[in-house]
């Protein structure tokens, strides 16, 4: 081998040690981010793993860009194979034959296996590890409770009300691919708004009718409206709405027949006023039943004060701070005692009591007179004039001897008459 | 075939300084590493300071030095009151022929080999008289520039000791000098043969080794020496880094100077290292050479602050840490190469 051909050799063999060095150092830290995907992965693709390995294609890429920056030249190789002597370095800028050099030897390698053995235990675990007890996160499709929330309601009217067949079939339709569905989309979860307002929409319009026949039911009894005729109105709205569910069984088949007959058969008033108790308790029941589903607001569920559970009724609660003590407002303190203005306490009283000043007075020139006049030399106190002169004077250095120099200043002192040894 | 030195030529000029290096060995026992620098130093036609206590042989070095060269040597005697004129010569009005006029009478310093003992005790005026004639080989009274024999050399000593009423040599005469050599006191065995061999201490007669044709061809060839660009680097680099402002430099030079060796210095360490590898027997420097002779020619440019020299730092155990700081090659090994 000629002495280039060793330079090269030796130069080569120092980048392979850097490449090999940076491909350790780097694979040891891409073996922990390796781990953290494949647990990632585990944990919500569960079987697709593999793609956890991928950043371990760009190592050969990462570790060469820092490796190069760390590649010698030619010059240094030679350098380093030159005993000292210079023949190596000359023979290579002055090739003679009359002069002979030879080079031997080539670095030894000290490679940082160590490295990546750390990141090769965390993946190793990361296979391990058990992710099957770890809770479920999110984004695993529409959450259980919402889909039970959504067959309670659709329950809830089932109970109360004749439900079109179809209208069922559809909602609970909806309802099971909501429950099959694989992630929480944004379509999904639109689904859910508008199931739940269909249903609401039902809610309410059976509410309406409960409403309604409460009102004739209302009637009845203030005698506005005989009674035989304002069951048979109450009848005939709950009716229409399918509101027949939580009728008792003779009167739901009443209801059902109520086309068919040419009117309820004559009652005794004792009998109709029955008959409204049974009907009033089939309302009340329905409307517990969807206000227990949250289909409908209920008064029941209100707790503001006077039952207003609308907008005014909340900035009411607000600005009362619910009349709690302690618990503020906006138009009273957090105190539970009132403020109060009145007469001043007395001893406050007695600190400030008012004093009439004495009534100012005057000179009297007129009745003043010259005693005589002098002159004089004004007084000069040397001493005083001197001290402050040399307050006022420009520093000519003694003073910085006689001063005590702090520790912290020695340094500045020392520096700037050192420049004049 | 390259302009490198051929192996007869090299052959020849280490020959000659070997010659010479041996008959200062005949001459001062027991100091071959200093021989051999002043040695080098000569090589390199750089000028040499010699510090050392009294009675350690400086001077005989110097006159042995001379009388192997087979040169012309004057030797001056710095005292106090020594004037520049009697160091360069001067202008006396002289008579001849009835006519008067100025002769300029040279002084001692035109000679060959200029040995100034301890010069750190003329004042500062008369020191300055050695600048132009060290770095420029010439002198000039009264507007008239003389120019010095060649090859000139000055040798000057100073004891570290004796200090009062001494001045200490300016920055630009330190620079001036190629070699500061620490002249170290010799042990019993070196003693003993002294006190066999030399009676009354004094030294065989130095007969000349060389004359003047073959000390130029001398010359010529410690300056056909090649000095790779390696070596010119790390000699460049050692210099860089006894700056305190350098990037390179190391701490304790960071810490404790104030300014660092100029480029006359890299200068002198590359015609020394030169003269040094030639007497190694190679056509071309190495490291080696460098490392040999950079600590005396970077020790004494060194301008320690006053915080190193109350640390106790000076410029000769600051060049040693250069050394050790700065690596031979240009850029660094991985740290998996060993």
């Known amino acids: ?13 120092i980048a392979a040690a850097a490449y090999a060095g940076e491909f350790l150092r780097h694979g040891g830290i891409a073996l922990f981010v390796v781990g953290a995907l494949v647990l990632l992965f585990r944990l919500w693709l569960r079987e697709a793993w593999w793609p956890a390995f991928l950043p371990l294609a760009v190592l050969p890429v990462s570790a060469w860009l820092v490796a190069r920056t760390r590649f010698v030249s030619d010059a240094t190789a030679a350098a380093w194979l030159d005993a000292g002597d210079g023949r190596v370095l000359t023979a290579l800028e002055k090739p003679d034959e009359r002069w002979t050099a030879s080079a031997e030897g080539a670095p030894t390698m000290h490679l940082p296996w160590k490295w990546p053995i750390p990141g090769a235990a965390f993946v190793a675990l990361a296979f391990i590890v058990p992710v099957s007890e770890l809770p479920e996160g999110p984004g695993q499709g529409i959450p ?9 309601q659709l329950e809830a009217l089932e109970e109360v009300a004749e439900i079109e067949p179809a209208q069922v079939e559809a909602i609970e339709e909806t309802i099971e691919d909501l429950d099959e569905a694989s992630e929480a989309s944004e379509a999904n979860l639109e689904a859910v708004d508008a199931t739940e307002e269909r249903m609401e929409q039902l809610a309410k319009e059976l509410d309406q009718a409960g409403e309604r026949a409460e009102d004739a039911l209302g009637n009845g009894r203030t005698g506005t409206d005989p009674m035989q005729e304002a069951v048979e109105k109450a009848l005939t709205e709950m009716a229409n709405a399918g509101l027949t569910r939580k009728l008792p069984p003779e009167l ?14 004559q009652m005794s008033p004792e009998e109709a006023a029955k008959m409204a108790d049974a009907l009033q308790q089939a309302i009340d029941e329905g409307r517990v039943r ?32 619910n009349g709690e003590p302690g618990e503020g407002g906006i138009t009273r303190g957090p105190g539970t005692a009132d403020l109060e203005f009145g007469d001043e306490r007395p001893d406050h009283s007695d600190q400030f009591a008012a004093t009439v000043l004495p009534p100012g007075t005057e000179l009297d020139l007129e009745h003043t007179m010259l005693l005589g006049e002098a002159f004089a030399d004004a007084e000069v106190d040397i001493t005083r004039e001197a001290d402050a002169a040399k307050a006022t004077a420009a520093s000519n250095g003694a003073d910085t001897w006689r001063r005590d120099l702090a520790p912290q200043h020695r340094d500045a002192v020392a520096t700037f008459f050192a420049a004049e040894d | 075939m390259s302009d490198l030195l051929s192996p007869d030529d090299v052959r020849r000029g280490q020959s000659l300084a070997e010659a010479l290096l041996e008959g200062l060995n005949n001459r001062l026992l027991g100091q071959q590493e200093l021989v051999r620098l002043t040695v080098v130093a000569a090589l390199a036609r750089g000028h040499v300071l010699l510090e050392g206590l009294p009675g350690l042989g400086k001077t005989e070095l110097v006159k042995g030095l001379a009388g192997l060269l087979g040169l012309d040597f004057r030797r001056v005697q710095f005292t106090p009151d020594l004037l520049p004129g009697d160091i360069t010569g001067g202008q006396v009005l002289e008579e001849k022929d009835g006519l008067r006029r100025f002769v300029f009478h040279r002084g001692p310093i035109f000679a060959n080999v200029v040995l ?36 000139f050399w000055v040798l000057a000593t100073q004891n570290p000791i004796e200090l009062e009423g001494t001045f200490p040599l300016p920055e630009a005469q330190l620079d001036r000098f190629l070699f500061k050599l620490h002249v170290e006191r010799v042990g019993a065995g070196t003693l003993t043969k002294i006190l ?11 007969t000349a080794v060389t004359d003047e044709a073959h ?15 390696a070596v010119a680097g790390y000699a460049a680099r050692l210099v860089d880094a006894t700056h305190p402002s350098s990037a390179s430099s190391p701490e304790v030079v960071r810490a404790n100077v104030r300014y660092g060796a100029s480029p006359r210095a890299a200068i002198g360490i590359a015609e020394a290292a030169r003269a040094h590898a030639l007497l190694a027997g190679r056509p071309n420097v190495g ?40 690596g031979e090659l240009a850029e660094a090994l991985p740290d998996e190469v060993a």
């Open chain 1, 1 to 13: 081998m000629s002495l280039r051909d060793h330079v090269r050799f030796v130069r080569q063999r």
């Open chain 1, 144 to 152: 259980d409770a919402t889909v039970e929330h959504l067959e309670d």
């Open chain 1, 252 to 265: 739901a088949e009443m209801a059902a027949k109520l086309d068919q007959l040419d009117g309820l058969p």
């Open chain 1, 290 to 321: 969807l206000e227990s589903a949250q289909l409908v607001e209920g008064e029941g569920t209100c707790d503001q004060p006077g039952g207003q559970c609308d907008g005014d009724g909340n900035a009411l609660a607000i600005a009362s701070g």
């Open chain 2, 116 to 151: 100034a003992d301890e010069i750190n005790r003329a004042s500062p005026r008369t020191q300055s008289a050695m600048l132009e004639a060290m770095q420029e080989r010439s002198v000039t009274v009264l507007g008239e520039t003389h120019d010095l024999p060649a090859p």
């Open chain 2, 196 to 206: 066999r061999e030399r009676r009354g201490g004094r030294p065989p007669e130095a």
């Open chain 2, 215 to 229: 000390l130029n061809e001398l010359f010529d060839l410690v300056d056909a020496v090649f000095l790779p660009e």
């Open chain 2, 287 to 326: 490291f080696d050479d460098v490392r040999a002779v950079a600590p005396h020619a970077l020790g004494h440019r060194i301008v320690v602050d006053y915080r190193g020299k109350l640390d106790g730092h000076d410029g000769r155990s600051i060049a040693a840490d250069v050394l050790a700081h700065v």
